[in-house]
């Protein structure tokens, strides 16, 4: 309360909290009245008391996040994918092109991340593409050309769903993750989509979104039902314009701490460039992140999307031999 609030306005704010079925406890101390509420806090709106008469400041204790919250798994959870493990000892690579463009290329591509050590492949069919004129995707095509090269090295598959009337054929092919993407981080309505299905869901973060509101999209998902998730940082906007995006390092062991489930990193869409891939990737790995999701392409110059950040299957080679390194220092392994 402010150091003005007479006892009059104390008591409303006492009246209020009663009236949601919760109770208070009020500390007075020389100088400030603190009122404390217990109970369900979702039964609270904070904008409700903020505007009472004497109100300093509305502060939540609890953490609005809850099923995604450290604090219901403190052990950390390993997500199961076709039985591979993610968030447990062993770290994810997940690599592939930026989209699915001909069979060839995927069949190429497949037997390449398969020989690069790699457990799983990436490819995009529907493609968030900042111009309409730019190349889509395949559309189902492309799932059928991604699955097709992925099961003959018997690698799962990730692949982005943009669109919610798309689910029933992404579940049809079997997609073994779904990607949500930046640019769909807070499209509510696809994260209860995706959170009434037995899938695990890949939710990369928004361009410009805080940790905080991460932690809400997830808990959106799980709030369906779905607590299979795996947060992946992409890199996120600022005022630099040397590369992509910036990647931020820092939210990998800020969200190990908040959330039980896996984190991993696109270094691809961070850095932008092909080159700065290794560097991102590795100190993603040293940073503790479970898994890491990297573009990667037969022939990068002539990739239909992203071919500025493609890794040939040569780099991504090299870059899994550095990474072993890596993971095996910090207790992990690949
Ligand atoms: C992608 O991974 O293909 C992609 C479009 O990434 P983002 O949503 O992070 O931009
Ligand atoms: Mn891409």
């Known amino acids: 309360m402010k150091l003005s609030a007479t006892d009059t306005q104390v008591q409303a704010v006492v009246n209020e909290i009663r009236a949601r079925g919760l109770t208070e406890h009020v500390s007075r ?16 709106d904070a904008s409700r008391f903020e505007i009472l008469p004497g109100v300093e400041r509305v502060t939540r ?6 099923i995604v919250s450290r604090d219901t798994h403190p052990a950390g959870s390993v997500i199961s994918v076709r039985g591979i493990p993610l968030g447990g000892k062993q770290i994810q690579v997940i690599a592939g092109p930026c989209s699915v463009e001909t069979q060839p ?7 390449m991340v398969a020989a690069a050590g790699c457990r799983m492949m990436r490819g995009g069919a529907f493609k968030p593409r900042t111009s309409p004129y730019a190349f889509q995707g395949l559309g189902v095509q492309g799932l059928d050309y991604l699955q ?7 690698l799962p598959v990730v692949t982005e769903l943009m669109d919610v009337r798309m689910l029933d054929t992404f579940m049809e092919y079997d997609v073994d993750v ?19 299905v037995n899938k695990p869901i890949i939710l990369k973060r928004g361009l410009s979104a805080t940790i905080n509101e991460w932690l809400m999209a997830a808990e959106y998902i799980a709030a369906g039902g779905n607590h299979n998730i795996i947060f992946c940082e992409r890199g996120i906007r600022t005022f630099e314009t040397a590369y992509r995006n910036v990647l931020d390092v820092t939210a990998i062991p800020v969200l190990k701490r908040e959330t039980h489930l896996p984190v991993i990193v696109d270094p691809s869409h961070a850095g932008g ?27 990068p110059p002539e990739a239909w999307c992203d071919a500025d950040q493609a890794l040939s ?4 080679t090299s870059l899994m031999a550095t990474l072993r390194a890596i993971a095996s220092a910090v207790g992990r392994e690949l």
């Open 29 to 44: 101390g020389s100088e400030l009245v603190i009122i404390g509420a217990m109970g369900d806090e979702d039964l609270l």
């Open 61 to 66: 204790i609890m953490k609005q996040y809850k």
């Open 105 to 111: 290329q995927m069949a190429d591509a497949a037997a």
């Open 148 to 154: 097709t090269a992925a099961r003959a090295h018997n």
């Open 178 to 196: 779904i990607q949500i993407g930046a640019r769909n981080m807070q499209n509510f309505d696809l994260l209860k989509e995706v959170g009434r």
């Open 273 to 299: 460039k092909a080159w700065m891939v290794p560097a991102l990737a590795q100190a993603a790995v040293a940073a503790g992140a479970d898994g890491l999701l990297v573009e990667m392409h037969p022939n």
């Open 313 to 316: 299957a040569e780099q991504l």
